[in-house]
């Protein structure tokens, strides 16, 4: 099992930028792949990026696409989400997430990953 805990979410300007950590400890050793998700209030949990153990592939929401960047520094277990041009849309509780995988698999769902994150409180305000 990975424990994950997120950083870096607070209220920003529309525009503005942030960039959220998630930190992982437990388990690390194996091959595990990383995802962030969001969820607004009223609104299903939604998956927003995901990126392979190798770092290598990676996955986005259409439209987070060319303004969210999904990171991951195997060596300090942490994996980052750079959020640029914010909107308030973007609005939501951010989860980090992760699942033990073979090298190449991302999930784009959230049934697919086992270990969660408590969420980190991302506000955009217009």
């Known amino acids: 099992q990975v424990q994950l805990e997120e950083s870096g979410g607070r209220l920003v300007q529309a525009g503005g930028s942030l960039r959220l950590s998630c930190a992982a400890s437990g388990r690390t050793t194996y091959p595990y792949a990383m995802g962030w998700f969001r969820q607004a209030p009223g609104k299903d949990r939604e998956f927003v990026a995901g990126i392979n153990w190798g770092g290598n592939i990676t996955y986005y929401k259409e439209s987070v696409k060319g303004r969210f960047t999904i990171s991951r520094d195997k060596a300090s277990n942490t994996n980052y989400l750079q959020m640029n041009s914010l909107k308030p849309e973007d609005t939501a509780v951010y989860y980090c997430?992760?699942?033990?995988?073979?090298?190449?698999?991302?999930?784009?769902?959230?049934?697919?990953?086992?270990?969660w994150g408590q969420g980190t409180q991302v506000t955009v305000s217009s």
């Open positions: 997430a992760a699942h033990y995988a073979t090298f190449k698999w991302v999930g784009q769902g959230a049934h697919e990953y086992r270990d």
